[in-house]
């Protein structure tokens, strides 16, 4: 297992949890208390971060929300990366895919300049757009298999592009930093994505506010040992219901979907 | 036609020119007078900008050269934008594809903070992936098609994936707002893309440094008036060749690759 699985496996064990919490602060969504802040995004964000600690395996900020914000954001979101706790590994929700030479430049940005332990990747553009990310031997690059949303039946589904998708990441994952993102709105295909990767981390966003279904996503994501798989929920967490103070809901939130998650893998077991 | 698409007509009109130029500064490439100003990228580009001006339809920063030099690189970028003259459109090679709620935050970023007039994107998410900058009317949204690295043989040949693209994105122009990128390495496609997109105008990477064929490409790329293309070039005129002042050697190359251009469609007309 390569630095980076090594790092969210032990993170998993140490707060019992597989989950993951999204970080995609819209500026319009953040609590009053907060935007009246010098710096509301990463004021909201180290409130999220104290909150779920306790209950998540891993961070994963969508680079889109920071970059609506500007350099501003940009800064945000560098100060976020540096708060998480170094055990607890941080995911560039980037989706990048480019040119070999400019993807260079992304795999920069990402892991040499913001630091995050691992990425999301674009495979579309293939094997030279993902080459400068593989060289990152000990991050981790979770790459677009089957995505949540409704999107993905247009390119994603006909011809099976999603399993073209994974045979190809298989050839990638020389140095063991390879993982996939399949959302959990698709669970009917899990099972035979998981047949064809029995190895591979799986990053499952789409629990929540997307409406994917966690049960039968946990059904079909572990891998041989129960592990290889991480399920992503954000606005449910940074969003959560009820009233009264932010962080306390937050926190139970999170825990509510730790527990959720924890008591389907005993009942499966 | 709409605002994005008629400005960058008026602009090739007003220059001669169907060149596009990439503003793609690598930091150990900027040459030494540029990098000892505090603000070594914008100086570069605003030197870049200033030489090709004449000889250019268009410019496009490709996102990732900017965002490896953290918020300080993203300052560059706003400021790059803001000096490059109204009337000639900026594009962001950006190559962004998320889900529906997350594309709006890029989709703000990109037109509303940055205020380019257009946008490279990402097909592979699909539809609800594209929405948010479909309802910019008055930009420009040119969808990956047919890219012009090694990696677009992985999943973008097979299946002929890439003639989808041009179907779905025909569904997807009801504003007239959208575009192809083609790479000129590609030009055994380009025939039969442009005959099943007769009216979309097409961007055209590969030239120079990546050794598209520009001769083979102008054959096919032009629609049924002779319009509806643009070249880019990005460092075969930021690191143009010869010796002595740099702003100099950079409007000799962009002269010449305007001037290459033209004469293909002479001998074409």
Redesign the interface.
């Given at each position: 297992m390569n630095a980076f699985f090594q790092k969210l496996e032990d993170a998993a064990g140490k707060n019992n949890s597989r989950l993951c919490v999204g970080l995609?602060p819209?500026i319009n969504k953040i609590p009053d208390p907060f935007r009246k802040e010098k710096d509301p995004i990463f004021a909201f964000n180290k409130a999220v971060i104290d909150a779920a600690l306790p209950h998540a395996c891993a961070f994963k900020p969508?680079l889109?929300?920071y970059?609506?914000?500007?350099?501003?954001g940009?800064?945000a979101l560098?100060k976020t990366v540096e708060y998480i706790p170094r055990d607890i590994p941080v995911i560039a929700d980037a989706?990048?895919?480019?040119?070999?030479s400019?993807?260079e430049?992304?795999a920069?940005?990402i892991f040499?300049?913001?630091r995050f332990d691992a990425v999301t990747l674009?495979?579309?553009?293939?094997?030279?757009?993902?080459a400068p990310f593989l060289k990152y031997e000990d991050r981790g690059l979770f790459i677009?298999c089957l995505?949540?949303?409704?999107?993905?039946?247009?390119?994603?589904l006909?011809?099976k592009?999603y399993l073209?998708?994974v045979r190809?990441v298989k050839e990638w994952n020389k140095a063991g930093n390879c993982g996939l993102v399949v959302g959990a709105t698709k669970t009917e295909y899990l099972k035979e994505i998981r047949a064809l990767a029995p190895d591979l981390c799986i990053l499952i966003p789409g629990v929540g506010a997307?409406g994917g279904d966690l049960e039968k996503t946990l059904k079909y994501a572990p891998d041989q040992t129960g592990g290889g798989y991480i399920i992503n929920v954000s606005r449910g967490i940074t969003e959560p219901p009820g009233e009264g103070e932010f962080q306390k809901r937050a926190a139970g939130a999170a825990k509510q979907y730790k527990i959720r998650i924890n008591s389907q893998k005993e009942r499966k077991a």
């Amino acid at each position: 297992m390569n630095a980076f699985f090594q790092k969210l496996e032990d993170a998993a064990g140490k707060n019992n949890s597989r989950l993951c919490v999204g970080l995609d602060p819209r500026i319009n969504k953040i609590p009053d208390p907060f935007r009246k802040e010098k710096d509301p995004i990463f004021a909201f964000n180290k409130a999220v971060i104290d909150a779920a600690l306790p209950h998540a395996c891993a961070f994963k900020p969508n680079l889109a929300f920071y970059e609506a914000a500007g350099p501003d954001g940009l800064a945000a979101l560098k100060k976020t990366v540096e708060y998480i706790p170094r055990d607890i590994p941080v995911i560039a929700d980037a989706k990048r895919g480019d040119i070999g030479s400019t993807a260079e430049a992304y795999a920069q940005a990402i892991f040499d300049y913001y630091r995050f332990d691992a990425v999301t990747l674009n495979p579309l553009l293939g094997t030279d757009s993902i080459a400068p990310f593989l060289k990152y031997e000990d991050r981790g690059l979770f790459i677009l298999c089957l995505t949540s949303n409704p999107g993905s039946e247009d390119f994603q589904l006909p011809q099976k592009l999603y399993l073209s998708i994974v045979r190809k990441v298989k050839e990638w994952n020389k140095a063991g930093n390879c993982g996939l993102v399949v959302g959990a709105t698709k669970t009917e295909y899990l099972k035979e994505i998981r047949a064809l990767a029995p190895d591979l981390c799986i990053l499952i966003p789409g629990v929540g506010a997307q409406g994917g279904d966690l049960e039968k996503t946990l059904k079909y994501a572990p891998d041989q040992t129960g592990g290889g798989y991480i399920i992503n929920v954000s606005r449910g967490i940074t969003e959560p219901p009820g009233e009264g103070e932010f962080q306390k809901r937050a926190a139970g939130a999170a825990k509510q979907y730790k527990i959720r998650i924890n008591s389907q893998k005993e009942r499966k077991a």
